[in-house]
């Protein structure tokens, strides 16, 4: 496709500027770096904590990369992957900005911290590079915005590294000597069957995954939301009997994040 624009001014087109491509280079350079950037990431915690859905996503993210990369002149494959990507990074962004808010709040350890919010930068950043390349495909003007976003991830990532260091971090909740412990690793909770030894129960609950689950009982009224590397308490009291908890993310339930607590 040839560029038939002209400049406003001078009616002539205007010269290309450096590795312009048919999609504005500067968005398309972005949002292939923040892919990149976003499978390394999750590869890295992935191995690191062996969580499969970090591996996967990490998996996602590298195919929408290499595809990126190689089909830049199949524009309707090109496009497609853009939307698909745009999906992934809002995905991500949504649950990386909250568990980053919600790990800072609770003072949990740096790396718990880092984690989720270099992953709320680098996906932001990839979700503004797929607008950019949707809808201000020919602007002048993109590879200067795609810039000003890759600083402002740069920036925000270090702005809110130096908030949470003020709000302190490392002073996450501690294991009580009657708490029942908990733990979740790869969509699974450690226990399925747990037996309280009054009516008043705490439960410990760890999350070793990079995504959220939750302890819920819905007939106890018990939410206790767990993102990344978190260690969350949950106190409640229950007439005797057996209640069922499970997690509320979709999808987890039907994976098996389900079992019962009993009340003696
Ligand atoms: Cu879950």
Redesign the pocket.
Known sequence: MKRTETHPHSGVVPPPLAGEGRVGAGWSNLLLWSAIVVAILQAVVGIAHIDREAIAFAVLFGLGAAVLARAKQRRRVYMATVVILGLLFADVAFWMITATWSNARNHEQLLYIIEPLALSCASAAGLIAVAGAIIDRRSHWAPLAARVVTIGAAATFIICLGAAAVAGWGKEQIQGPNDIALN?HN?AYSATSITGTSRQVTLYVTND?L????ITIDQLGVELPLPVGSHRRVTFTAPSGTYTFY???PG?RQ?G?VGTITIP
């Open positions: 979740i969509t995954d995504f959220w689950h939750t997690c509320r993310i987890h994976a994040m």
